[in-house]
């Protein structure tokens, strides 16, 4: 009876942790989301019609990666839907935070470019550290895009090949 009562403690508090650590970790992301949505755009196609034209510009490949854990009631909750069939919902917000993070994290690199807009977003989903009954254990989500940085955002976060000499005759 001990076992029983210590296994539903255990399953009580991974409930509770787990919960709290996924709150966080929405609030944080929704912060994020707010800060990046007016700063760096993100298209899953190529360049809208009206953006970029006849402007001097660089692409560069930008991407993020997250990887993100399984916590054990997740797991078990998911084993028990195994059985009975149907969504697996404790699976899917954890897919939707490593999507939403992995995006966050590829618009931070563009944003450190000095990009304004990220084209043709992709994304890539992996299975690591599967457990011992081939369970989920880990799952990384890969976002990757080409970002677009036009010539004055360049100028202001990358050095010219003559470095600062070139900023001194330009300001004369």
Avoid at 9 to 17: C, S
Avoid at 63 to 91: E, T
Wanted: a positive charge; glycine letters at 10%.
């Amino acid at each position: 009876m001990i076992e029983f009562v210590t296994f539903l403690v255990l399953m009580a508090l991974g409930y509770g942790f787990g919960q709290y650590a996924e709150r966080k970790h929405y609030r944080s992301i929704l912060e994020r989301e707010k800060r990046f949505r007016s700063e760096v755009l993100v298209f899953q196609t190529g360049v809208p019609p009206e953006q970029g034209q006849g402007q001097d510009q660089d692409v560069r490949l930008v991407m993020g990666s997250v990887v993100i854990s399984v916590d054990y009631f997740k797991r078990f909750l998911a084993g028990l839907r195994a059985l009975f069939g149907g969504r697996v919902k404790s699976y899917e917000s954890l897919l939707d935070r490593a999507r939403r993070e992995a995006v966050l994290r590829m618009q931070q690199e563009a944003s450190k470019l000095g990009a304004g807009m990220v084209i043709n977003l992709r994304m890539e989903t992996a299975s690591i550290s599967k457990g011992e009954e081939k369970t989920v254990g880990s799952v990384e989500v890969l976002a990757y895009g080409t970002a677009i940085i036009t010539r004055d955002a360049r100028s202001r976060f990358e050095p010219t090949r003559f470095g600062r000499a070139t900023e001194l005759f330009e300001r004369a």
